[in-house]
């Protein structure tokens, strides 16, 4: 244990001296900001406007940093073989596998906790700024939950990058098919949901529902994760639906750190 | 602690052609205990291959490798080694002293020997100025320096050196003879494995010459200065000499 | 020396020139974004997928947009052009699909497409609000309002009427207009009421010119009935045209329609204006 928190602590502290995080960070605070101007320019549900605004650069800022600075860290310690002086230490192919991933989320969530709190303050003061009728679905609690759930999804996605990471030599690679699986997760529910109501229209083959539900259980439901909408309206999900949620997302990425810690222990390293 | 190699066979496929290359072929070998040994061949003998091998980087085809009785696949196996890679690359962002950090804490050390050991390495390899400086400003002699205090900061037994001098100036060269002859007095079992005839010469118990996967000479320090005598043309070392000797036979072959 | 200022001399230039292409170039896209600035929006089946999990956001800036195009139209009232409601129709139905519970789309369906004769299209809009807006009176009491006020479908107005009065929050006056729905014809007044609960709910400047047009409009149409009731006490029978009005002293003159139409007198003695009120 004290040897994958040492490692973990290697990688986030190698992510957070990364530039691009700085940069991330710099765009995700002017973004922020800019939130104050835009939220103005709205007529009426100004407090869904500003939620929106904030909880969509939050979840921006998470994408941008998994996909540039995270599968860096990942694929780059293939790539330039730093890899070799961790493997050089008493560490399994499994403790480096999850030590790693525990340094991405940590990076991840120190990130989003500072953008968070930023967030909150700009929404604090974009409140006193105007009338409180414009608030009137605005939720302390439905926002928290929205970030919470936005945090969780980087957790799953992050599994991703350590799944195809160990696949993967190569960082394009592992960036692509990362990409890929995020898209595919938001859009599977929608797709599904259309082609069951085509399905039931014109009659496809079984076949089709079947992998249709395949699919379904292989990629994550990342659209779950998304309740911006919801948390910009006040409607706060019921603590069943966030434990299942939470549940849900444990497993996946347990599954995904299993399989990753599986082909990487196959794998040799040149 | 020992290293025995037995039978050891590996090869890999390439990814392109499907075809099989062989890196390392029926190779017997044992390091004793407290000896400097020596590795030297052309470019693509299999010596890093060797070395990966022992580090459980990779795995070997059939044989069997021990170390000091254990296999190199356990974790466990590796809390006494230290490994300096060929060209070592660091994480950018981090300091010596972090990578140090890091090194000795994954090995169980004690938290109180940390810190007096970081300061007597950097010390020693001269990098006591750039102790907090990010690796990513060092220079190639630099980052090997300090590749090696990431290596011998848990005061490891045996201790895997790939091409230690590469990139090293006179200077700095002269620093890591120094501290190779002060860990074989305290003991330790070093494999070491070079281009450079002139360094294998000056420090090794005994010489192992690699060719296309086969081992194809094993000499020890009795035979060097038996030769040395012989020696026929000036300007060449013996070992240069043998070394090309083995070397060519393969062509001939 | 000579150098340098060679050096200057065509950099001056060169900023001089590019200042003046700029303006031209600025200038072209103006006179081309007038032109051709008829906007569309691609359907929620498509915008739903691809913005993934910014839902939100897309809608806020598909309203931004819509908000944008509208803003420069809203003066240009002559124009009755059935694509600017086509294209007010889609966007704010892409919108809502986005985000089924964004009210100020629902707010600017009311405001754009019922009041432009398009209330059948705003309606199916409000139907989305009603379903997800479970608890808030509007929809209901906009569809039910549409209903009564443009449709002239005193049935079903009373039925969403009636829905909306049972909802928290609801004006008692919305539950009497429900009641009475049956016994009179519509009224001015009630346009008028309804206008200026919109207004009294809209921070939007170019929204709240355009309510306060309409209520002024309608107050004058109120006005000019009231006077025609009067004639009619008076001489017993409604007056052929508004001139009649004049004539007979009740008003100075016949006020000008703030829609640039004018003002007509129908045989029930009702009174309209031939601009409909369509800011289009």
Redesign the interface.
Known sequence: M??IL??S??TF??GI??RALMGICIIGLVMLFATII?TG??????G??L???N??TI??AGLLLTFFVNINLMAKDID???I??V??????RT?YIIGKYLGLILLVFIALFILLMVSSGIIWFVKSFYAQ??FKNFSWACFLQACFYEIL?FFVLNAVVIFFSSISTSSFLVLLFTIAT??TG??IE??MQ?FKKEAMAEQLPQINQWIIDIAQYIFPN??A??I???A??G?FLPMEHTMALIGYSAIYTILLLFFASLIFNKR??? | MNVDFEQINKS?ISSFTRKKVHAVIDLNLSVKSGEIFGIVGPNGAGKS?LL?MV?????YDSGSISIAGKSPME?????N???L?E????????SAE??MK??A????MNKKNIQPSIDHLLKIMNLEHARKR?LRTYSKGMTQRA?IC??LVHDPDLIIFDEPMSGLDPLGRKLVVDLVLDLKEKGKTIIFCSHILNDIERLCDRIAIMDKGRLKKMLNREQFFSEQDKNIKKGTSWLEKIFIDTVENRVEQ | MVRALKVYTLLFVCIFCYGIFHFQLKQERQIFLEHNFMDYTLPS?FT??VS??????V??FL??KF?AFMGGRIEDISKNDPRYQDYTYQSLNAITD??P????AY?FSEMFLAWSGRAQDANKILEKARKYRENDYYPPYYIGFNYYYFLKDNKKASKYLMEASKLPGCPYYIASLAARLSLYSFQHRNGIVFLKEMLK????KK?KKEFELRIATLEILEYLENKVTLYHSVYKKYPESLKKLVTSGLIDKIPDDPYKGKFMIMQNGRVYTTSKMLPY
């Open positions: 004290n040897r040492a490692l602590w290697l502290k190698e001296r990364d835009f320019v709205f007529g009426y549900d100004l869904k406007v939620v929106d605004l909880l969509s979840a921006f330039k073989r730093t070799y002086c493997l050089s230490k008493p560490l399994s403790e009728i414009y999804m995020y898209i938001q859009t929608e797709v259309f990342f659209s994760f998304d911006k909408t919801l910009s309206h409607k040799e390293i040149t | 890999f291959t990966k580090l459980g980087f990779i795995k974790p466990e196996t590796r809390i080694m230290g490994y890679p060209n070592p690359y660091y994480y950018d962002h981090l972090d990578l890091f090194s804490t994954t090995s169980g990010h590749g990431f290596a | 089946q739903g997928p993934l999990e910014f839902k939100g956001l809608s806020d309203l931004f908000m986005l985000d519970y964004y009210w100020d707010l709910n809209t921070k939007d929204a």
